[in-house]
């Protein structure tokens, strides 16, 4: 079954300091990870994917399958970084992109 | 930038009563999702439609729920006789036609059942 925990419902931190949203996944075969921000009053949208290996935002995230995790990291966190982050996993069964979400971690940078 | 829409933002109902929620994709996009998120819970996904048809679907899409494509814009979710359990927001999401990954999300029909 394919699963996406992320232990940490509420997030706070100050501006400047590093901040790291876990995320552990669960699933048998070789799965594609991301995750995806929801600011205030805004759409879901995809901030990264781990085939790309690239820095959003200054935001990075690396695929550890011994660890089944993906957590994400940013070094110094700005307070327009608050928002809902989620970490999703696809399994593209059938070609489709059903994602299969994480509870979402609440991101709160105060200044 | 080109964007999903969704309509109507926010609709009441009686239970019992059939719901149509509808979104319209971004036109060159070929796979068409429906997610909902009931509050204080995670994302989940309800279905997904490529080439006119159903690619996938999650055990809360049953009988009571349907998709459709009516006229090569628009991309609805029926709710045949709404429960309680059924208030949820609902994102429909649609991405293009090489696998990339991203979806690309509306911002919502939140939906109250009374």
């Known amino acids: 079954a394919q699963r996406v925990t992320q232990p940490e419902k509420l997030l706070s931190v100050f501006k400047g300091a590093p901040v790291e949203l876990k995320c552990n996944y669960s699933?048998?075969?070789?799965?594609?990870l991301f995750w995806y921000v929801q600011y205030s009053r805004q759409r879901l949208q995809l901030l990264l994917r781990?085939?790309s290996r690239e820095s959003i935002k200054g935001f990075t995230a690396d695929l550890n399958k011994g660890e089944t995790s993906f957590h994400l990291k940013k070094p110094f966190a700005q307070e327009e970084d608050s928002a809902m982050y989620y970490c999703?996993?696809?399994?593209?069964?059938?070609?489709?992109?059903?994602?299969?979400f994480g509870k979402g971690t609440k991101l709160t940078v105060n200044p | 930038e080109p964007e999903v829409t969704q309509t109507p933002s926010h609709q009441v109902t009686q239970m019992g009563q059939e719901v149509i929620l509808r979104c319209v994709p971004i036109?060159?996009?070929?796979?068409f999702y429906w997610y909902r998120q009931i509050l204080g819970q995670k994302v989940e996904f309800l279905v997904s439609?490529?080439?006119?048809?159903?690619?996938?679907k999650s055990e809360i899409f049953d009988d009571q729920f349907s998709v459709e494509r009516p006229d090569g814009s628009n991309f609805t979710l029926k709710i045949r006789s709404t429960k309680l359990e059924d208030s949820a927001m609902y994102f429909c999401?649609?991405?293009?036609?090489?696998?990339?990954?991203?979806?690309?999300f509306g911002e919502g029909s939140r939906l109250t059942v009374l």
């Open positions: 999401a649609s991405s293009g036609l090489r696998s990339t990954g991203e979806l690309f």
């Open positions: 699933y048998s075969g070789s799965p594609e």
């Open positions: 781990h085939i």
């Open positions: 999703a996993l696809s399994g593209q069964q059938g070609g489709s992109e059903k994602l299969v």
């Open positions: 036109s060159n996009h070929l796979y």
């Open positions: 439609f490529y080439n006119n048809e159903i690619s996938e």
